[in-house]
């Protein structure tokens, strides 16, 4: 029954496996979409961090700033009895605070219990006279256990009446002193206000707390611990180096004659309480921890007026305000609200958004503020004017989003949100209580928002600053977290922040982190299977990563890698060589053994591990059109105002250790700058002050890694085009005119011409509900995915079903009297995916391949010469001979006096650059500078960089 429920992997297409333990996988797909995992999270040190705090941690006052402690019944007895003698005082037991509700039920049932007296809203009542209470109104009830008057002998009964008070209101319990306030029946001399707004009680030369503990045994007044367990000095100050409040009490909430007594944990004067403190207290997944306001997540969507203005150059008239002129024309509700606006306030519809006043623009997103502002309306013929206050436009977006119940809707005013920090937790994502729980000053969140490598550094250096008890307690879990942040600093993440969410994370990183995950459990006799782990790191972290994998396999594990990085191939123990080709061309084993036997073998990898085959380093290096972009005062994540200037018309790369803020400057920064400024994209740029030198280019474009299609029906050909030409060939042959078909006809995604008992897709899915899924060809087309009499229809003998079938340079051959075709097909072929067929699946391309194929439909289109073009690791997942292929092609978008832009680690690329940017030095916090520039001859004789000491030896090799 279980198993239906969960996904099971389909059998391998094998004979027989010997010897094969269990297996763990670890894909390069992102960890979760989930906003609520995080590092942390998917790490388990948040667990172990969760368990430490509630165990070790102690709670402050959020009013005093001084711990609080949870009481014992006999503390209870014992502070009460350090009142003076003969001070009358009600014991309450607070049993309604702040709710809505009648409470009939509730009084009559403590009636027959046996209490006469309670207090509603600050009145006295007997119960049978008590007022009908409103359940639109919040209310506070308190039910009267006992009046006393404080002397000798008493503390039996008041032990006892505590007990019940306790049990009434759930661990709590006020003295309310009927004679005056606190300070007056402590006798004081003085009430003096403090830095709190609240006050301070001067008694006999001494600043105290009022609400006197047990542990009080010396006279008042002295250097001994009084009040909240801290000891004050003879100037009153306590062991946070703050006054203890007490007296009236002002600004807490409470009346000024009051004690809170708690057997949980409650701050004396202000009251603040937490129940009990739990690990699910300090998880904000559970409701017991989130912060009430934004619900754990830490942050809110909210209208950017980035967003919602992203031209600022046009005027209101032209339709600045994106959201109110997605009409055409404009609607004239929206346009005679900003004419009646622009009467009152004195500005044109037609002057640019960016020559409005400020304040001006201030009133149109955001309102009056209340104002009322006369709205003059065209109805027809008549004309009526209304007098009230103009909400914003913001204003009028968040109200629709509220009201309205179209998905559709609300899909569409998203576009103009972004997420911005949690104004009540300010991205803790926890509640105050949990906030309130600190170790060694610290709470929970202090150490999340800290890198790896300096959460690290705290938790080593956090025994010497506990009690022997808490460092007794906190041992062990100390071990396991410090075990896991040693594991994510040896895989090359420490620089990732712990409460950096899984979305955010690349592939190479999520993969890092779980591999960090697997060694901490410590298993072994296990079969680890790695793909590509060296993706996304430096040459300075991949030798850690490498420790890391023998250390896996020291632990008894086998660890099979799937990799093309040169170092790793070195360092393996056995190394299987598959070929010799890709594709239909490869699936054999050229070569099996330690590394010495694969070099002696006939392959394209020997070829390259040998230097039989190289890259080469170009003698001389492009100067470029003597033209520039530069970024200036780049400030998005960890980048430090970093200023620099990449020389168009040249190959450009952005290195640097992982973490050093490569894809902060290029992706998020400089592509979304450009974007929006050429493409009339609207996304935001991060913060920046200016970037110059776009008037050169005529369109920027983005290649990166994600799929080219989300289902089953998106392939190579339909993402370059290539189908549409194909459908139109089919269509235009004289069989297919002869029978009336249209190009629609050869469309598999459509009626008409496809299979409708698979529907196109050539594959029946068959569920098996405990077993896997199974798929099986369709028996009416044969998996063809059309229908008998579209295939009728050939072209040299072909039906357009054997098109879809036959790969890439299969295509380039069959169509070459065909350029619309030929030539996509063609460029498929030169970025190295000629074994691709030609309607393969695009949830079976890889990271890397997807990128090639957009980069194929980018090179087929007609450069202008003045294009910028940007890659994210273009090089992900390809062998040494693929990226000899990928460099021609690049290298000849910039003979074509294009720009590109690539963020590399592969050092292959890096010397054939004609200009480098080097940020770091380290990654994270320690990143974000630029550490070296120039041509890879100048950066490699940098002390300072990293890259250049990799890249030196390949230099001098090259010479």
């Not at 209304?386 to 309205?404: C, D, P, S």
């Not at 009297?817 to 995916?833: H, N, T």
């Not at 080097?918 to 070296?932: H, Q, T, Y």
Request: hydrophobic share 35%; net charge neutral; aromatic share 6%.
């Amino acid at each position: 029954y279980a198993r239906q429920f969960l996904e099971m992997m389909q059998k391998p297409d094998v004979e027989h496996i010997e010897g094969l333990s269990p297996a763990i996988s670890i894909e390069q797909k992102t960890t979760s979409r989930n906003p609520r995992s995080t590092v942390a999270t998917v790490t388990e040190i948040y667990d172990y961090m969760r368990l430490l705090w509630a165990r070790v941690g102690v709670p402050y006052s959020p009013a005093t700033g001084l711990p609080i402690t949870a009481q014992t019944v006999t503390q209870m007895v014992d502070r009460v009895m350090q009142l003076p003698e003969g001070t009358r005082a009600y014991l309450l037991a607070p049993v309604v605070r702040g709710r809505k509700g009648e409470y009939r039920k509730e009084l009559l049932e403590w009636q027959k219990a046996g209490y006469t007296r309670v207090r509603i809203d600050g009145e006295f009542y007997a119960i049978e006279e008590a007022p009908a209470l409103d359940k639109k109104y919040k209310h506070d009830i308190e039910v009267v256990v006992d009046r006393i008057v404080v002397k000798d002998g008493i503390q039996t009964r008041l032990a006892d009446s505590f007990e019940q008070a306790l049990k009434l209101a759930e661990g709590l319990a006020f003295i309310d002193l009927a004679d005056g306030t606190v300070a007056e029946a402590m006798g004081a001399d003085d009430v003096v206000p403090t830095a709190f707004g609240e006050a301070r009680t001067e008694f006999k030369g001494a600043t105290i707390a009022p609400f006197v503990s047990s542990e009080v045994e010396t006279p008042i007044g002295s250097a001994q611990p009084i009040g909240i367990s801290t000891a004050l000095d003879a100037n009153g100050e306590g062991k946070a180096g703050k006054n203890v409040t007490g007296g009236t009490m002002k600004g807490t909430g409470l009346p000024p004659n009051r004690i809170v007594f708690s057997e949980k944990f409650a701050c004396p004067v202000s009251g603040f309480t937490i129940a009990e403190i739990a690990p699910r207290l300090f998880s904000f997944n559970a409701p017991q921890g989130a912060c009430p306001e934004c619900d754990g997540l830490g942050e809110r969507l909210e209208f950017d007026p980035q967003l919602v203005v992203p031209n600022e150059g046009l005027s209101l008239k032209q339709g600045a305000i994106v959201p109110w002129a997605k009409s055409n024309p404009p609607s004239p509700y929206y346009m005679q609200v900003l004419s009646s606006l622009a009467k009152a306030y004195d500005f044109d519809l037609t002057t640019p958004w960016s020559a409005l006043a400020p304040d001006q623009r201030l009133i149109i997103l955001h309102g009056t503020g209340g104002l009322p502002v006369e709205l003059t309306f065209q109805d027809g013929r008549k004309s009526y004017t209304v007098k009230k206050a103009f909400e914003g436009v913001i204003g009028n977006l968040n109200r629709r989003m509220l009201q309205t119940d179209s998905a559709w809707m609300r899909e569409e005013l998203s576009k103009f949100q972004t997420a911005q920090p949690c104004e009540t937790c300010h991205g803790a994502r926890l509640k105050p209580e949990a906030l309130s729980v600190k170790i060694a000053g610290t709470d929970i969140a202090g150490p999340t928002r800290m890198s790896v490598s300096d959460a690290l550094a705290w938790f080593s250096n956090l025994d010497a600053q506990l009690t022997p008890t808490q460092s007794q307690i906190a041992k062990a879990i100390l071990k396991e977290i410090n075990e896991r942040l040693g594991f994510l600093n040896n895989v090359g993440l420490d620089y990732i922040n712990l409460n950096r969410t899984s979305g955010t994370l690349s592939g190479g990183e999520s993969q890092r982190i779980r591999l960090a995950s697997q060694i901490g459990s410590g298993l072994s006799g296990v079969l680890y299977v790695l793909d590509e782990p060296s993706i996304g790191l430096h040459q300075k972290d991949n030798d850690r990563l490498l420790a890391t994998l023998q250390r896996l396999r020291d632990l008894g594990n086998t660890v099979i890698v799937v990799e093309h990085d040169e170092d790793a191939i070195r360092t393996a123990d056995w190394i299987v060589d598959l070929g010799p080709g890709a594709g239909v061309h490869g699936g054999e084993v050229m070569a099996e053994g330690v590394l010495k036997d694969i070099l002696k073998a006939k392959s394209l990898t020997a070829d390259y591990l040998n230097g039989t085959r190289e890259i080469a380093v170009p003698k001389t290096r492009r100067k470029g059109n003597k033209k520039k972009l530069t970024l200036h005062g780049a400030r998005a994540n960890n980048l430090k105002n970093v200023t620099a200037s990449i020389p168009l018309g040249t190959f450009c790369c952005i290195t640097g250790v992982s973490g050093s803020g490569k894809s902060s400057f290029t992706i998020d920064t400089l592509y979304a700058a450009a974007a929006r400024s050429l493409n009339g994209a609207r996304v935001i740029a991060g913060p920046h002050d200016k970037v110059t030198g776009l008037e050169h280019c005529d369109k920027v474009i983005d290649i990166d890694q994600s799929p080219i299609g989300r289902t089953p029906r998106s392939n190579p050909a339909t993402y370059t085009g290539a189908f549409t030409n194909i459908r139109d060939w089919f269509a235009g042959l004289p069989e297919s005119e002869a029978r009336g078909y249209k190009p629609g006809r050869f469309s598999f995604n459509v009626k008409g011409g496809r299979c409708e008992t698979c529907s196109g897709d050539g594959l029946i899915k068959i569920e098996m509900h405990f077993l896997p899924d199974v798929y099986v060809t369709c028996e009416e087309c044969g998996g063809h995915r059309y229908n008998r009499e579209t295939l009728e229809v050939k072209w040299k003998g072909l039906s357009i079903a054997d098109v879809l079938d036959m790969t890439v340079e299969d295509a380039v051959e069959v169509f070459k009297a065909v350029p619309p075709i030929r030539d996509k097909m063609a460029m498929l072929a030169e970025v190295g995916l000629g074994y691709v067929k030609v309607g393969q699946q695009a949830t079976t391309l890889s990271g890397g391949e997807a990128q090639r194929v957009k980069l194929a439909k980018e090179l087929s289109r007609r450069s202008t010469g003045q294009t910028l073009y940007i890659l994210d690791e273009p090089t992900t997942g390809l062998h040494f001979e693929d990226v000899r292929k990928l460099l021609e092609v690049l290298h000849r978008l910039v003979e074509q006096g294009n720009s590109v832009v690539v963020i590399e680690h592969n050092l292959d690329v890096i010397k054939t650059a004609d200009w480098i940017i080097d940020l770091g030095p380290e990654g994270g916090v320690k990143g974000g500078e630029i550490v070296a520039e120039g041509i890879p001859e100048e950066v490699a004789k940098n002390p300072k960089s990293y890259t250049g000491h990799y890249l030196k030896p390949l230099l001098e090799k090259g010479k």
